[in-house]
């Protein structure tokens, strides 16, 4: 079946400093991915899609300057958390759809932790 | 605009036991549904989802769900519960039309814990 790759995991960085986080789509393409948060006991809120060679569409309140996304490939997208704080501590977990299927395969999410 | 509705944010039974966990929607226009399980620190498994058809959905691990679109309703339902059920289950809904896929909207999820 799709396989939506997230790296890392879990990071903890200093408050301040940039945080890269990959999601990799193994074996598939996928045009379009989608990038969620997660805060503890709550639901997921979509942030942004990610197009491929294209820019990312943000939702409403979201900072596009604060989490910038980079789709560069048919199988990579990136989303990178500038000057991060602790507020941006969180559940990061992206998705993709494989084939136009009506069905979001889910990485495994990236715990962030800010300093 | 859609919401989801799940109205037990904890749910406890014991080994063995039925178990529903409910999810409301409201919308207005047709909508796909769907449930996703997520295991501690883990991303979101698929369970089941309804497109069209039949109303009544079996998914994995012996889940089922059925939609109700006369309450705008589609619960999610284990006969049988097993210890490794615990986890965090969450209800989602989207458009089926004109809006891209990624727009789902999800409960709040519902917290099943299954004691021996």
């Known amino acids: 079946g799709a396989v939506v790759s997230q790296h890392p995991s879990r990071v903890i960085c200093k408050s301040g400093t940039s945080v890269k986080i990959e999601c990799r789509s193994l074996?598939?393409?996928?045009?379009?991915m989608f990038w969620y948060r997660q805060f503890p006991k709550k639901s997921l809120m979509l942030m942004a899609t990610s197009n491929e060679g294209s820019k990312a569409t943000y939702e409403q309140g979201v900072e596009k300057d604060k989490f910038l996304i980079n789709h560069a490939s048919l199988t990579l997208s990136t989303l990178t958390v500038t000057s991060a704080h602790p507020e941006d501590s969180s559940f990061y977990i992206c998705?993709?759809?494989?084939?136009?299927?009506?069905?979001?395969?889910f990485g495994a999410g990236s715990r962030l932790t800010v300093l | 605009a859609q919401s989801v509705t799940q109205l037990d944010s904890q749910v406890p039974v014991f080994e063995e036991a039925p178990v529903e966990l409910r999810c409301n929607y409201s919308s207005s226009v047709s909508v796909y549904l769907f449930w996703y399980v997520q295991y501690p620190n883990q991303g979101l498994q698929l369970l089941l989802k309804y497109l069209s058809g039949s109303t009544l959905v079996k998914g994995i691990n012996g889940f089922e769900a059925e939609f109700n679109k006369s309450q705008t309703s589609f619960h999610l339902r284990k006969p049988s519960v097993h210890i490794s059920d615990t986890a965090d289950y969450f209800c989602?809904?989207?458009?089926?039309?004109?809006?891209?896929?990624?727009?789902?909207?999800f409960g709040r999820g519902t917290q099943l814990t299954v004691w021996p």
């Open positions: 074996d598939f393409q996928a045009t379009t």
């Open positions: 989602a809904v989207k458009r089926d039309r004109g809006s891209t896929l990624g727009r789902l909207y």
């Open positions: 998705s993709a759809n494989m084939g136009g299927a009506n069905v979001l395969t």
